[in-house]
């Protein structure tokens, strides 16, 4: 097959672009490299690529995207570039409506007219807002976002609805559930812990500990995309759209997943409890059911393993550049850290 991947300097492109080479297809990697996180680190995730042909094209410029399209040919798109972060898009919220929604527009405009045999798109966890009912299913009711990051991702799935129920483009909606993993995003609370505690600085900790989160190991993420391109929704009559929670299916608190970090790292946090900040939810927790039903797959990864690879790399990837960070070290503790999830509520 010969697949785009949008947004391949970002964090699961960036794996996703790379597993798909290794297996064979020809890959065309896209990303505009913008600047809302280190651009330094979208490159050198780019330098790890082996294979993908990269272009730099922003998906909000049409007549870029006409003719790479138009050149390539493409068999499937897997769209993942977007505007991220909940809490950005608080304070800019026009980013979020070029590269969400008119960016979204146009790779729909251009699936369609290309002829495209299966697109799949990132969706997020965020548009179940503040959702009371855990676990989070597809069906439930996603009308109450609690950020514009939250809104935008929603009206893609509502768009791509539209697309595939008047022209017939078979899509895909993939609901990511906190992924981290090496090469992670730096915004995001697992590299943001992190780089503080190597440093020996205090962390945030929001909501006064009061969150739990569903995190999922990238390589969990890119096996299961991987399995569902082949898979484009619709059978005969229906309009061919599905959407999937994409997920471990396992809540953990925020606090459970700081001692893992001053495990792996062998230090201990210095806590700053705040309250919650603006758009943020108290908790997501996937239903991967219908997944698991489509793809015959469950995560792999357990959240200790996982953390322990994340550490692995970004003690490497920071000890790679000028000024190595030191990481002092603790006695490790036996045993497993248990689950505090007395901030969810089933």
Known sequence: MTILVTGA????????ANRLAREGHRVVALDNLNDYYAVSLKKARLAQLEGPCIETIDVADLPALEALFARERFTRVVHLAAQAGVRHSVTHPHEYGRSNMIGFLNVLDVCTRFNVEHLLYASSSSVYGRQETLPFRESDPVDRPAS?????KRANEMMAYSYADLHRLPATGLRFFTVYGPWGRPDMAPSLFAERLMRGEPIDIFNHGQMARDFTFVDDIVESIVRLIPKAPGAAGETPHAIYNVGRGEPVSLLSFVELLERALGVTAHKRFKPMQPGDVERTWAD???LQAVTGYRPQVSLEVGIERFVDWIKRYHGAGSGAVRVP????????????LHSVRV
Do not use: E, Q, W
Not at 148 to 152: E, G, H, I
């Open 9 to 16: 300097a970002g964090f699961i492109g960036f794996h996703l």
């Open 288 to 290: 991967t059911s219908a």
């Open 148 to 152: 514009l990051y939250a809104a935008s």
């Open 329 to 340: 070290r603790r006695p490790r503790v036996a045993g497993p850290v248990m689950r505090d």
